[in-house]
Nanobody, 120 residues
Framework: QVQLVESGGGLVQTGGSLRLSCVAS?????????MGWFRQAPGKEREFVAV????????SYAGSVKGRFTISGDKAKNTVYLQMNSLKPDDTAVYYC????????????WGRGTQVTVSS
């Protein structure tokens, strides 16, 4: 199995920055191919934010965060980061780390989430 633990959430003003981290551990952590982030705002469905895959070093972003957020990671450390710049109140949400093994979906495993609040 795989356990994902997020950190780095908090309260920030509009225009500010935060960096989220997620570490994967467990017996199957070595087999993870993609790690990424989703978010869920109050009253809304969970939505995709960004993903990075180790097999081809590819990244992908939701249109709403492209140009403001950057995903990066360290395969050897089973760690993924999300650098969030130019934050807006609409970015307020619980951010969830997700991971998937090769051949599986990104959301095969979930973290418990970390709260990000952007004040206006």
């Amino acid at each position: 199995q795989v356990q994902l633990v997020e950190s780095g959430g908090g309260l920030v003003q509009t225009g500010g920055s935060l960096r989220l981290s997620c570490v994967a551990s467990g017996r199957s952590a070595f087999s993870i191919n993609c790690m990424g982030w989703f978010r869920q705002a109050p009253g809304k469905e969970r939505e995709f934010v960004a993903v990075i895959c180790w097999s081809d070093s590819s990244t992908s972003y939701a249109g709403s965060v492209k140009g403001r957020f950057t995903i990066s990671g360290d395969k050897a450390k089973n760690t993924v980061y999300l650098q969030m710049n130019s934050l807006k109140p609409d970015d307020t949400a619980v951010y969830y780390c997700a991971a998937g093994r090769a051949g599986s979906s990104l959301n095969e495993y979930w973290g418990r989430g970390t709260q990000v609040t952007v004040s206006s």
